[in-house]
């Protein structure tokens, strides 16, 4: 897992400003990319929170030379206030969430993220606790699967990918990542084959909904810019419209509320550089948007 690269490293680094020290959050810590950069860029203390206890680990290793300055905690990043209450914390100098996949969780066997291998059909972050991509679909109907792929998705088939998708347990129960894209795209028009696999939406909408990635979003949003210190600097990164589209709305509606003084500091998302892209391909559709609080 060595070639795992994080996301626009110096852009979260410039935005956050480490070098004035203080407490940082990585809500989403993953691997460790981005808390280890805020570390090395002179963050005094920072946090980690992930659902993923495969990744929590690695995170622990790489980011073990920094000692008692880091702490890794196994929450979702929706349970914010609730990690920082338990530590007495009610301010933070910074705090990031990079929303998307690890290089770890996509190609790590026995996930069930990716369609390159057929696998058990999990799909969980969390392996601890909720039910399986598997067991989701087999106990959803026609109506609520297309609704989970169009909504999440945004397929235009969605509803000829759930009706087949339905009608598949009646010859063999859908249990696996190769199982699951061959229907899709035994479902699809052979027009509407491209550069794109045609099983990408609906495992994208899938993932979104057993992990419930949406859910909330807002919220956490709002429960973030409130904890933290004046001028310091809320950071996401979000590789899907869905998800980019939450964000923007959520940090005009802060801004624009007159609880907490904050300012928008990305009119428009930032995005990777073409460097960034050539060299890791997964940062293609990042984009990165920041709010900072005033007082």
């Excluded at 795209?185 to 990408?200: N, S």
């Excluded at 899938?206 to 973030?224: H, K, P, T, Y």
């Excluded at 073409?274 to 990165?288: C, F, Q, T």
């Amino acid at each position: 897992m060595d070639e795992h690269q994080p996301v626009m490293v110096s852009e979260v680094v410039a935005q956050l400003a480490p070098s004035r020290g203080g407490l940082f959050v990585d809500c989403t810590v993953g691997l460790g990319g981005h808390a280890r950069a805020l570390l090395e860029g002179g963050a005094t203390r920072v946090i980690g929170l992930d659902r993923d206890r495969d990744a929590l680990e690695l995170a622990r290793s790489r980011l073990a030379a920094w000692g008692d300055r880091v702490e890794l905690v196994h929450a979702d990043y929706r349970d914010l206030g609730r990690i920082l209450d338990a530590r007495q914390v009610a301010t933070v100098n910074g705090a990031l969430a990079d929303l998307g996949l690890s290089s770890m969780q996509l190609e790590a066997q026995g996930r069930g993220f990716s369609f390159r291998r057929d696998e058990p059909l999990d799909m969980r972050m969390d392996r601890s606790s909720g039910r399986t991509a598997a067991e989701l679909l087999r106990d959803s109907s026609e109506s609520e699967l297309a609704d989970v792929i169009h909504r999440f998705g945004e397929e235009r088939y969605a509803r000829r990918i759930a009706r087949a998708i339905v009608e598949a347990p009646r010859r063999s129960p859908v249990e696996t990542t190769g199982q699951l894209a061959a229907i899709v795209r035994g479902a699809m028009p052979r027009r509407r084959y491209g550069r794109i696999d045609p099983a990408t939406r609906t495992f994208q909408a899938i993932r979104i909904w057993v992990n419930r990635e949406l859910e909330g979003l807002d919220g956490f949003l709002e429960a973030a810019v409130r904890r933290l210190a004046a001028a310091s600097r809320l950071v996401v990164i979000t590789f899907h419209s869905l998800e980019d589209r939450i964000v923007k709305h959520a940090f005009r509606a802060l801004e624009r509320s007159e609880e907490v003084a904050l300012q928008i500091v990305t009119r428009r998302p930032l995005v990777p550089s073409e460097d960034e892209v050539e060299g890791n391909p997964r940062a293609r559709s990042a984009k990165l948007r920041a709010i900072e609080r005033l007082a």
